[in-house]
């Protein structure tokens, strides 16, 4: 009797790591499913080969540090990364960026650093990132949509040579996003004016109906997503509000000054992974920080960058980028944000009663 | 009455339905009692009573000693067979000194004189009463009621809060007691504001307890100084620093008093003992605890003498069924588990629960994802999380810097914790850490202080020697120069 922990509380929410992981899978599901029927088996391929780099890198590297492999492999968090990675991958990239990836999210970004709850940049922003700065050529080969079923679709023996041995005639088959056509055109001195009509209808756009990373297209399912996380209470609201609104801000403030060469706050907020962003990575608990207050900072420094860098940065897309940066500085944000403790001023002074207690025969 | 808000908190599963209807039964005293000296914050009583003398109930078996402390009575009548140590109520299962007293099964009443009209005394007199009966606060926070009451006065508190949240899953005893004895917690509260000499009392009551609310609000009706008011049901809504945020807005300053922001809270087990005691002559003797959890025959609600085992109390109430995975003293956020069946509850015990192994929940913990839900969590504004780390690394400061000593120990951050991180242990940890290490420094500067004087003592010894000795030769000297002299002039 008793031989187990004598400290109370002897209850507990019925609460778990790999609860918190299966609900953010679930939330994350409608996303990639759409991808995938969006962009047909290799994408598909792309994503099992992902989760299974992800899984093999954790079991590796937790047995090689003598740590019980079965229970940090089941609690769901590589699974999670494997699949948070294959949706802000390209749809048809080839098989060894998903290995790649998923090492560099596993091995250098989550397990160097201690493993679970240990590391300081989100695992798979962090991939992506490297990925991006290492093979920037297979990293911005956005497919045109090639829904599953459809003529257009690749069979499934085509797929598997498009994962494992390349894509034959990219130029045929893909095309800039939306952001990155946007950037290339200001470059060549046009206005959004002449650059958007033709390449952009917000209803579609809005739908996903387009090229990007496999969870990248579908705005409105990762909305749906964040928002059902939200209301499980998965996450809580202050990083997504505070980063989609300051995009929204920043956006709407620049297009009203110059609408022909700053974007409207409806492009930003429908393009680039910005809600897949703001509710599946920036809210990643183990990178984020943990007071509201700090949370808002961070959501807000995590907005601002992703617009500065689509705007003034050298790459079209910032959400990574941006999510990286500001998991740079979450630890800051602990350091000097805390909440006031109850009793005491912010600066952690005794603080006097606000209202002298009243004399006796006066009610408060 | 407007109503405030208190920061964090949780919402644990009541499982108040397996006692909340069954009402209170009166336990008759088992043949042996076991009476800890210590019941309360403070001092331990001192024994009046020899071993081998017979006492009556009710009758004083040991005296509260110092400022802080309070008497203990014999709870049935019958004989003194020994006072040494025995199983205190605590997890460690250390001893404590404690009187045996063992029933004659006639349960005689010491002469008792009620007083005709307590409310003709001066209120000083009224605390004199509350002492004599040894009551403590019986929410479980033990401190002599009297004292409080006086203290209290003297910081001229406006409203005495009484407590009846019952926050505490399981916990059904003050709902019972107030369900069943309104008119005389009522009474109490009256007696307790004439010793106050507060103009008026509120009645705090969480809304899960509807039953209770009717009763209580019947039994203040028509008396402009006292009323009930329903709070939300949300743990620690019945810890008085939270109670008095929710009740007026205000923050007790850290290192202050609750009185500080010209609020009382006393629970109202205590109220109801203040009513016995005034106007039955009745000292705290008994007290009403709920036996529940998954592991017990027939949960509900005791009127049980103090000093009565764990088991006679389980066995009373139908037995065990199946195993015992834990078993507590009080409710799951803040109990303590019980080394053994063979302790005696005492006048702040509100509950045993003994819980089935599905009910406790035993998991092992897993590393810390930095959620957050802890900092959500914390009715005192800390992070559970970076504290529990700067304890576990033995960094005493950095836990302290943190807000080590405001935490109160409430476990919200621990139940919401998915990582299953038995963060109050941590807590506990760094806090004994703390105190060892005051003792430590404390002993040092004690023993530097020592050294230092004795130094000194020796170094005086030393001047004084030389002092002497430099005299001694003077002298001679003086004495030699004298002969000459007088040598000289012979």
């Not at chain 1, 949706?87 to 560099?104: M, N």
Request: charged share 15%; net charge neutral; glycine share 10%.
């Amino acid at each position: 009797m008793n031989l187990h922990l004598p400290s109370a509380p002897h209850t507990h929410a019925p609460d778990s790591v790999p609860r918190i992981m299966g609900l953010v899978l679930l939330a994350v599901a409608p996303t990639a499913l759409y991808g995938l029927i969006l962009f047909g088996w290799p994408a598909l391929n792309l994503l099992l080969v992902t989760v299974l780099a992800c899984l093999i890198c954790e079991a590796a590297c937790l047995s090689i540090a003598g740590r019980p492999v079965k229970p940090s492999l089941w609690d769901g968090s590589a699974l999670l990364t494997g699949v948070l990675l294959a949706v802000s991958l390209p749809p048809w990239a080839p098989w060894w960026i998903g290995v790649l990836g998923g090492f560099f999210a596993i091995v250098i970004s989550k397990q160097v650093f201690g493993g679970i709850g240990q590391n300081l940049f989100n695992p798979a922003m962090l991939a992506r990132v490297a990925l991006l700065v290492s093979f920037p050529v297979e990293m911005t080969t956005w497919i045109h949509p090639h829904p599953l079923f459809s003529s257009a679709a690749p069979g499934l023996l085509d797929s598997l040579a498009i994962t494992f041995s390349g894509i034959s005639d990219v130029d045929g088959v893909s095309g800039a996003t939306i952001l990155g056509h946007v950037r290339t055109q200001l470059g060549m001195n046009q206005t959004l004016g002449q650059i958007l009509p033709e390449h952009y209808q917000s209803g579609i756009a809005a739908l996903g109906w387009t090229g990007g990373s496999i969870g990248e297209t579908a705005e409105w399912l990762a909305l749906g997503g964040g928002v059902w996380l939200l209301w499980r209470r998965v996450i809580t609201w202050q990083i997504p509000v505070a980063m989609i609104a300051t995009v929204a801000v920043l956006a709407g403030g620049f297009h009203l000054l110059n609408p022909d060469r700053f974007a409207d706050p409806g492009l930003h907020l429908l393009s680039g992974g910005l809600m897949l962003g703001a509710f599946f990575f920036a809210t990643d608990p183990v990178t984020s920080p943990t007071t509201p207050i700090g949370q808002l900072v961070f959501g807000a420094g995590c907005g601002a960058l992703v617009y500065i860098i689509r705007t003034w940065g050298g790459y079209p897309e910032g959400v990574a980028f941006a999510i990286v940066l500001m998991n740079a500085a979450t630890p800051l944000i602990d350091h000097y944000i805390r909440p006031r403790i109850y009793g005491r001023t912010w600066g952690g002074q005794s603080r006097p009663v606000k209202r002298p207690p009243a004399g006796s025969g006066e009610a408060p | 009455m407007k109503l405030f808000d208190f920061w964090g908190g949780v919402h644990p599963a009541g499982h108040k339905h397996l006692s909340a209807d069954q009402p209170i039964r009166i336990m008759p005293p088992p043949a042996r009692l076991q009476i800890p000296l210590q019941q309360h914050t403070g001092l331990p009583a001192l024994p009046v009573v020899k071993v081998g003398e017979s006492v009556c109930k009710g009758q004083l078996l040991a005296r509260g000693q110092g400022a802080v402390s309070a008497s203990v009575h014999a709870p049935t009548s019958g004989t003194i067979s020994a006072i040494g140590d025995f199983t205190a109520p605590h997890v460690s299962g250390l001893p404590l000194p404690t009187i045996t007293l063992d029933s004659d099964g006639e349960d005689r009443w010491l002469d008792r004189e009620p007083l005709p009209d307590p409310f003709a005394l001066v209120p000083e007199q009224i605390a004199v009463h509350i002492a004599e009966a040894g009551i403590v606060g019986m929410g479980g926070a033990n401190f002599p009621a009297a004292l409080k009451l006086n203290k209290a006065r003297q910081a001229k508190v406006h409203t005495l809060a009484v407590n009846g949240a019952e926050c505490e899953p399981y916990m059904t005893c003050d709902d019972r007691l107030m369900r069943e004895r309104a008119a005389g917690i009522v009474d109490g509260v009256r007696l307790m504001l004439y010793a106050l000499q507060a103009p008026q009392a509120v009645i705090a009551i969480e809304d899960n307890k509807p039953d209770a609310i009717i009763s209580m609000t019947a039994a203040c009706h028509g008396d402009p100084q006292i009323r009930v008011v329903v709070v939300p049901s949300r743990y620690p809504a019945g810890s008085a620093k939270q109670l008095i945020q929710l009740l007026t807005g205000l923050e007790t300053p850290a290192g202050g008093r609750g009185t500080d922001t010209g609020v009382l809270v006393h629970n109202v087990g205590t109220a109801y003992a203040v009513h016995r005691a005034l106007r039955q002559a009745h000292p705290l003797i008994s007290r009403i605890v709920t036996i529940s959890g998954g592991a017990v025959a027939e949960p509900q609600n005791l009127e049980a003498p103090i000093g009565a085992l764990v088991e006679d109390l389980l066995g009373f109430c139908g037995g065990v069924n199946g195993e015992i995975a834990k078993l507590l003293m009080g409710g799951p956020m803040m109990g303590q588990p019980l080394p053994s069946r063979q302790t005696p509850m005492v006048k702040g015990t509100n509950g045993v629960l003994a819980l089935t192994a599905a009910e406790a929940q035993l998991t092992t913990p897993s590393p810390c994802i930095r959620c957050g839900r802890c900092v959500d969590a914390c009715p005192m504004g800390l992070m559970p999380l970076e504290m529990s780390k700067r304890a576990r690394h033995d960094d005493l400061d950095g836990a302290l810097a943190f807000g080590l000593i405001d935490c109160i120990s409430c476990g919200s951050c621990a139940y919401a914790c998915p990582s299953h991180i038995p963060l109050v242990q941590y807590f506990e940890y760094a806090r004994g850490a703390l105190e060892a290490q005051e003792r430590a420094e404390q002993k040092s500067k004690e023993t530097r202080r020592l050294l230092e004087q004795r130094q000194a003592r020796l170094a005086r010894a030393e001047q004084a020697k030389v002092e002497a000795a430099a005299k001694r030769l003077a002298e001679k000297q003086r004495a030699k120069a004298a002969k000459a002299g007088v040598g000289v002039a012979a």
